[in-house]
């Protein structure tokens, strides 16, 4: 049985494999409409969402089958002292799949090894939050044709942001990829990633002011301030508004540049570059339902039955 904890879970076939079977989901969406009749999908969140909670559930409605969990630790038997360990054991009875989110590090994996289901990890505190990297990487393929040969800037909160420490883990197998880390000196990236990007040789730089790299970038990755991670309510609010990207940044920009942003969005994207047609944070989203239903797909081995 497979899992996915991490986006190095899948290799880089794999990952192919997946990404072209999403797009045919894209292009084809009645072909999957029934694959999975009869199956269930739980969601396990025990941290708040809006995209990933419920792109899963579309993209499980969206190949016939059908959904239940819980969108709250409050809400389930967690906030009585159930551990995750017992809670993946019991859903393993209700469920074919499950997508789990949690604050703590590591919940996941802890949950795959008890479980008799697939467990993707859905978002584990700063960690890893590998099916937003499986969007990102969607989205970036299907707007540039390819995942070699371009630097993408990472912009925001690179300490605490997982959907950043994922992105560079699955980006680094790729070819030419060039990344610029743009950051205040407190949110920058941990040492961890950078020692994963020098042991692979992989060209990096870190900077702080985002309008002296802004003409050099291919993909430009805005992230929030991550406040529900922060131990201090006052090193938040100095760092909120670190970076607000606007028209006039905008206008430094390649002409053929993309905006990707994993949402939610706060301050930092005005929303003013939202009809920029380089602005593709929403259409990101829409990716996201069909690499998630491709995830299902394979997960549950039923990405080779389709004709
Ligand atoms: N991108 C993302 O993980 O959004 P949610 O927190 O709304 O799921």
Do not use: W
Not at 27 to 52: M, Q, W
Not at 151 to 172: M, Q, Y
Not at 280 to 292: D, E, N, S
Request: glycine content about 6%; some cysteine.
């Amino acid at each position: 049985m497979k899992h996915l904890l991490s986006p190095l879970d899948l290799s880089v076939d794999e990952l192919n494999d997946l990404l072209d079977l999403a797009r045919d989901i894209s292009i084809n969406p009645k072909k999957y409409s029934h694959v999975c009749d009869g199956k269930k999908l739980a969601t396990l969140f025990y941290e708040p969402s809006t995209r990933t909670r419920l792109s899963f559930e579309a993209a499980m409605i969206n190949l016939g089958g059908s959904v239940l969990g819980f969108s709250s630790a409050d809400s389930s038997s967690a906030s009585k002292g159930e551990s995750v360990s017992d809670t993946i054991r019991v859903i393993s009875c209700y469920a074919d799949i499950c997508a789990m989110r949690h604050p703590k590090e590591g919940a996941p994996m802890v949950a795959a090894s008890k479980s008799g289901i697939p467990v993707i990890n859905a978002g584990d505190g700063g960690h890893q939050h590998p099916t937003q990297t499986l969007t990102d990487l969607m989205t970036i393929r299907e707007l540039r044709g390819s995942l070699d040969n371009f630097t993408i800037g990472l912009c925001g909160d690179l300490k605490f942001g997982r959907t950043v420490h994922s992105l560079i883990n699955s980006l680094i197998r790729y070819k030419n990829i060039k990344f610029i880390l743009i950051s205040p000196k407190e949110l920058r990236v941990p040492d961890y990633i950078i020692d994963v990007l020098r042991e692979n040789n992989v060209e990096y730089s870190e900077v702080e002011k985002l309008e002296d790299v802004m003409s050099q970038l291919d993909i430009l990755y805005m992230t929030r301030v991550q406040r529900e991670r922060f131990f201090n309510e006052d090193d938040y609010l100095r760092m909120k508004n670190f970076y607000i990207l606007d028209k006039s940044k905008m206008n430094l920009a390649k002409k053929d540049m993309f905006v990707l942003h994993p949402l939610p969005r706060v301050n930092e994207i005005s929303v003013e570059v939202d009809d920029d047609p380089r602005a593709a944070y929403f259409k990101q989203v829409q990716y996201g339902v069909y690499v998630r239903m491709a995830l299902i797909l394979t997960l549950l081995g039923l990405d080779k039955e389709i004709q």
